[in-house]
């Protein structure tokens, strides 16, 4: 098996067996702020009821909920775990027909067809984040946004110390216990380090002929919020 595919299999594994606690742990791990990050991050894309919105790498929906919260009625969701599409179809009866397994890669989605893509920390997760971003550039119209929600370790020496403490010795232990895989959440803060120091996103967007490219910064530089303009 290519290292590639033994990526997409390892991770649609990892997926697919925490679902089922995946929000509780979302929520409990980053003591609540992941709703306040996902609301901040639609506000500054500038998202509203004439978007057309595909969440990428959606999960059990949190983030197309809360776009759908915000007026946005047109709202489809891809991911490549089932268990996650399934939680999100039983949360949101509303979107149910418009979920699909996919990954990012390669959507089956028609080219300009789409305003606005979300992605919450999912992009670490792609096997190929340049062909991610390729696909998010031809199925997104004319002027239309990619907000990108992801983590990443602090500047500052306090909380990037802090920060790797918890995420090394902390979450892993909570996680594991809670959903039953220690695995999946000692995952999580190894693609969280290697994913800092070794990728650039707004160049990676850059790259795949997004124009203008905005880097913000949340809760003392632990998510970052990219959105890049066709």
Same mark, same amino acid.
């Given at each position: 098996?290519?290292?590639?595919?033994?990526?997409?299999? +390892?991770?649609?594994?990892?997926?697919?067996?925490?679902?089922?606690?995946?929000?509780?742990?979302?929520?409990?791990?980053?003591?609540?702020?992941?709703?306040?990050?996902?609301?901040?991050?639609?506000?500054?894309?500038?998202?509203?009821?004439?978007?057309?919105?595909?969440?990428?790498?959606?999960?059990?929906?949190?983030?197309?909920?809360?776009?759908?919260?915000?007026?946005?009625?047109?709202?489809?969701?891809?991911?490549?775990?089932?268990?996650?599409?399934?939680?999100?179809? =039983?949360?949101?009866?509303?979107?149910?027909?418009?979920?699909?397994?996919?990954?990012? =890669?390669?959507?089956?989605?028609?080219?300009?067809?789409?305003?606005?893509?979300?992605?919450?920390?999912?992009?670490?997760?792609?096997?190929?984040?340049?062909?991610?971003?390729?696909?998010?550039?031809?199925?997104?119209?004319?002027?239309?946004?990619?907000?990108?929600? =992801?983590?990443?370790?602090?500047?500052?020496?306090?909380?990037?110390?802090?920060?790797?403490?918890?995420?090394?010795?902390?979450?892993?232990?909570?996680?594991?216990?809670?959903?039953?895989?220690?695995?999946?959440?000692?995952?999580?803060?190894?693609?969280?380090?290697?994913?800092? =120091?070794?990728?650039?996103?707004?160049?990676?967007?850059?790259?795949?002929?997004?124009?203008?490219?905005? +880097?913000?910064?949340?809760?003392?530089?632990?998510? +970052?919020?990219?959105?890049?303009?066709?």
């Amino acid at each position: 098996m290519s290292e590639l595919a033994d990526k997409k299999s +390892q991770v649609r594994k990892i997926f697919d067996t925490i679902a089922f606690r995946y929000d509780f742990l979302n929520h409990l791990l980053s003591f609540g702020t992941d709703i306040y990050w996902r609301k901040k991050a639609l506000k500054l894309t500038g998202i509203n009821k004439d978007s057309t919105l595909l969440d990428v790498a959606c999960g059990t929906g949190d983030f197309a909920i809360t776009a759908k919260k915000m007026g946005v009625c047109k709202i489809f969701g891809a991911d490549f775990s089932l268990n996650m599409l399934k939680l999100f179809r =039983e949360k949101s009866g509303w979107i149910a027909g418009h979920n699909f397994q996919t990954v990012a =890669e390669k959507m089956p989605v028609k080219e300009n067809s789409v305003t606005n893509i979300t992605v919450a920390f999912g992009v670490r997760n792609f096997y190929d984040i340049k062909e991610g971003f390729n696909s998010f550039y031809n199925v997104l119209s004319k002027d239309g946004k990619a907000t990108v929600l =992801e983590f990443r370790l602090p500047s500052k020496p306090v909380f990037k110390c802090l920060y790797k403490f918890y995420f090394k010795n902390i979450l892993p232990v909570i996680g594991g216990i809670i959903s039953g895989d220690r695995e999946a959440y000692k995952y999580l803060p190894r693609s969280v380090e290697e994913f800092d =120091e070794k990728i650039n996103l707004p160049e990676l967007l850059k790259n795949s002929g997004f124009k203008k490219i905005e +880097q913000h910064n949340l809760t003392f530089g632990v998510v +970052q919020v990219i959105i890049a303009t066709k």
